[in-house]
């Protein structure tokens, strides 16, 4: 088997294995001692740390052998950078079950398994210009409800990032509908048509949706929304999915790398906080508290659609009793992602299960043939999977309507 020959997979390795030890380091040196009272603690085990690291290089090397698609290996990248690594940090310094870490290796192992499989899906799909002038209707038409309930007398503190929880408090609606269509809008639909009407040049459009994208980031202050427009951005204008994983990779180790000097420097801890603590380890450390929390009595999903079979036995929804268990306040909600949700609801089966079908879903945006230019929203739809429920990642969140765009819309076309 011929291993990497490409320069920019070979970076990606290299620059995967510094985000490891870095990130340790960080963990050891900033986060235990700063947030220790949330769980983070250090105990070092010889053979948990080893065990660790032959697992990260099998895998590394595993999925660097001869891959015959740059999409998912793009997305295995971006997945042992945000799920597999903090897992193992998480397993090596804390009283955790392997079965965590373990069960990310798995998705990771057979979405690269996956790529070998041949899956021809031929599908009508429309023209861009079809594509990008029915999906601007679709949005002038979704978005009248969200203007009918948020208005205009914005906090534009937010574009700051001030207020953001004031804000976000004053945001909740009512009206279940709106957060659906607001999810949809902001995650999926806007940030597709951002980079269908930069594939047309069609710059006027593109900006007036980025305003769009910007008032929706107002309105209810969710920085995922931005945080979701600039990953649309960075990653359209670079077509070579190699390319996009590299330079990706080196601006966020240099971002991490000057965050934790500027801590030490300053001892202004927020924004090494709010990206490596928040980004990084706080999805770790909660599924480690669902596996201790829901170990030996399932769910079976009665706090969602089957409440009419099973009766749900708690007071509290699941997030609220782990945010009242382990951080004391039933007010946090303690939302993790699919991990957390298939053990949570069918134990260690659920979390297989989930797995195969998230491998599932990402096979068929493969076979589909996705333009490299729409990966930022296949880059925010892995943070969804990681950070929310298998079932509200595909009807909250958007992910059943982006796999309706990819078969219509998204699929790549020479002439584009």
């Known amino acids: 088997m011929k291993l990497i020959v490409n320069k920019y997979k070979l970076l990606n390795f290299f620059i995967l294995v510094l985000l490891f030890f870095f990130l340790e380091l960080v963990y050891r040196s900033f986060i235990v001692p700063l947030y220790e009272y949330r769980g983070f603690s250090y105990v070092f085990d010889s053979f948990k740390y080893i065990e660790t690291k032959f697992l990260f290089f099998f895998i ?24 597999l690594i903090p897992n193992m940090i998480i397993y090596e310094y804390i009283p955790t079950p392997r079965f965590i870490m373990y069960s990310t290796s798995l998705l990771i192992i057979l979405l690269h398994l996956s790529a070998f499989v041949s899956l021809n899906i031929k599908f009508p799909r429309f023209s861009d210009d079809i594509s990008l002038y029915f999906m601007i209707g679709i949005v002038l038409v979704l978005l009248i409800p969200i203007i009918a309930n948020y208005g ?26 709106i957060g659906y269509l607001y999810s949809w809008l902001a995650k999926v639909i806007v940030p597709v048509l951002i980079a269908l009407s930069l594939i047309k040049k069609n710059y006027i459009i593109s900006l007036i949706l980025v305003l769009v994208l910007l008032y929706l980031f107002i309105v209810q202050a969710q920085k995922s929304v931005f945080f979701s427009l600039l990953v649309v951005l960075l990653f359209y204008f670079i077509t070579d999915y190699y390319k996009k994983i590299y330079l990706f990779l080196t601006v966020l180790f240099l971002l991490i790398v000057a965050m934790h000097l500027f801590s030490l420097k300053t001892g202004n801890i927020v924004l090494e906080s709010m990206l490596v603590r928040r980004v990084f380890f706080v999805p770790a450390i909660l599924n480690n508290y ?38 004391g306040s039933s007010d946090m909600n303690a939302n993790n992602g699919f991990i957390s949700d298939g053990f949570m609801n069918f134990g260690r089966f659920g979390v297989i299960l989930y797995i195969f079908l998230i491998v599932i879903i990402f096979k068929v945006f493969d076979a589909l043939k996705v333009n490299s230019h729409y990966f930022g929203v296949f880059f925010v739809m892995i943070f969804t999977f990681i950070s929310s429920s298998f079932l509200t990642s595909l009807f909250t969140h958007g992910i059943l309507i982006l796999l309706i765009l990819a078969f219509f819309v998204m699929q790549y076309r020479k002439t584009s």
């Open 152 to 177: 205009f007398d914005l906090n534009y503190n937010v574009l700051k990032f001030q207020d953001i929880y004031e804000v976000r408090s004053k945001s909740i609606s009512g009206i279940a509908m």
């Open 290 to 327: 669902y596996f201790d929390f829901f170990s030996g009595h399932s769910l079976y999903l009665s706090h969602s659609i089957f409440s009419p079979i099973y009766e749900y036995p708690y007071e509290l929804p699941p997030e609220k009793m782990i945010g009242l268990t382990y951080f």
């Open 60 to 83: 590394l090397f595993f999925v660097n052998i001869k891959m015959p698609s740059k999409f998912l290996y793009s997305i295995i990248q971006i997945l042992i950078l945000f799920a």
